[in-house]
């Protein structure tokens, strides 16, 4: 098999992570594959924020919402709280929009860098941003669009086949079940 391949369909998103902290140099390299993500028109929008550090991660924390399927089951339990984030920006000075495209493509980067080093990522989407603009005195000229929360896993989310739900679930053992759809329901060759 291809490592890569292997890599890239193993890949889950983890809530609940162990205390050790990951090294400032492998967080920039994270955020380094973020940076050569792919870019429409090479414009180049996005920038980040690299936040670690127990001070910094104790104020980011609260403004983000986890799991809301089963919130609060799914929130980080005490002590296992990301260890780094990466506040995702848009420069609306260089492009005002489309540039989601330009974010999905960097953050699917970082999360597979991180992978490669045994860090396991949450992609964020519902944030408080007008906290994290005053915590990291964004500009107005960037538009926070998402965070991704790092840190090494302290859970193995398994995958299920998806049968009528799309909803995931976790069990008392603290075992977090993903669906998704099966291939042949979503595949269509030549035509649809």
Known sequence: MNKMYDMIVSRRTVRQFRPESVPRLVLERIVEAGRLAPSAANLQPLEFILADGDAVCREVFP????????????????????????????????????FEYDVGAAMENMILAGLTEGVASCWLLSVDRDRLREIFTVPMTHKIDSVLALGYPAEEPKVEELKDSCRYWKEADGTFHVPK??????IHYGKF
Do not use: F, H, M, S
């Open 63 to 98: 403004c983000l919402k986890w799991a809301a399927y089963i919130a609060p089951a799914g929130n980080p339990a005490p002590g296992r709280e990301p260890t780094a984030y990466v506040i995702v920006l848009a420069n609306t000075q260089v492009r005002e929009k489309g």
């Open 181 to 186: 759809r099966k291939l042949k329901d979503l």
